[in-house]
């Protein structure tokens, strides 16, 4: 890892929110494409998931989304469910922001892939009863829409309009398809 990068993981603990803050959009943007030092940090990454602090559950269940790509020792498929724990946080924010990230975690392979699919299916079809739940099936369609960009798959646009078509109110219906406006989601 470059001095720059230890020096943005070492400002995520400044006492300057706007410090914290710049550290934390320069490892996201960083994180983008694959980066050689995931592995430097994923461990810390993965004790900070059940952190006291909410803050740092919601970076690390974020960067650890991000550095699936780079992971070539597929820890993931192992550590997978410790971040989907975090989408069910007790801060909402926290989990939230987590359920938002996790569909980079499909980028990194076939097998992933489809256990983000089905875990954003399964919670989109039993989650009716959580608080919120209207927001976390937005972010879920939105989540599907993200992978559909980066992987162009139909299957991925199939789920998506499978989940939107379940959606018994016609103003959520229509506000979830709304996310993939410029996307036919049918194939005539």
């Not at 001095?3 to 300057?16: A, G, P, Y």
């Not at 699919?117 to 399964?122: A, G, I, L, P, R």
């Not at 993939?180 to 036919?184: M, P, S, T």
């Given at each position: 890892m470059n001095?720059?990068?230890?020096?943005?993981?070492?400002?995520?603990?400044?006492?300057?929110k706007n410090i914290r803050y710049e550290a934390y959009i320069s490892i996201l943007a960083e994180t983008e494409g694959p980066?050689?030092?995931?592995?430097?940090?994923?461990?810390?990454?993965?004790?900070?998931?059940?952190?006291?602090?909410?803050h740092r559950r919601s970076r690390a269940a974020q960067f650890l989304c991000s550095l699936a790509i780079s992971d070539p020792e597929k820890r993931m498929i192992e550590d997978f469910q410790?971040?989907?724990?975090?989408?069910?946080?007790?801060?909402?924010?926290?989990?939230?922001?987590?359920?938002?990230?996790?569909?980079?975690?499909?980028?990194?392979?076939?097998?992933?892939k489809e256990?983000?699919?089905?875990?954003?299916?399964?919670?989109?079809?039993?989650?009716?009863?959580?608080?919120?739940?209207?927001?976390?099936?937005?972010?879920?369609?939105?989540?599907l829409r993200n992978l559909y960009e980066k992987k162009q798959e139909e299957g991925i646009k199939q789920v998506a309009h499978q989940l939107i078509e379940k959606e018994d109110d016609t103003k959520y219906r229509k506000k979830y398809a709304a996310v993939?406006?410029?996307?036919?989601l049918c194939s005539s």
């Open positions: 001095s720059t990068t230890q020096s943005h993981f070492k400002n995520l603990k400044s006492d300057d980066v050689d030092w995931a592995y430097e940090v994923w461990d810390k990454l993965k004790d900070d998931l059940t952190h006291a602090d909410n410790l971040i989907w724990k975090v989408t069910y946080d007790e801060k909402f924010v926290t989990a939230r922001h987590t359920l938002q990230s996790i569909w980079k975690i499909g980028l990194a392979c076939e097998e992933l256990l983000v699919v089905n875990s954003f299916v399964d919670r989109f079809t039993n989650g009716v009863n959580e608080k919120n739940y209207t927001l976390i099936r937005f972010d879920i369609i939105q989540g993939w406006k410029n996307i036919e």
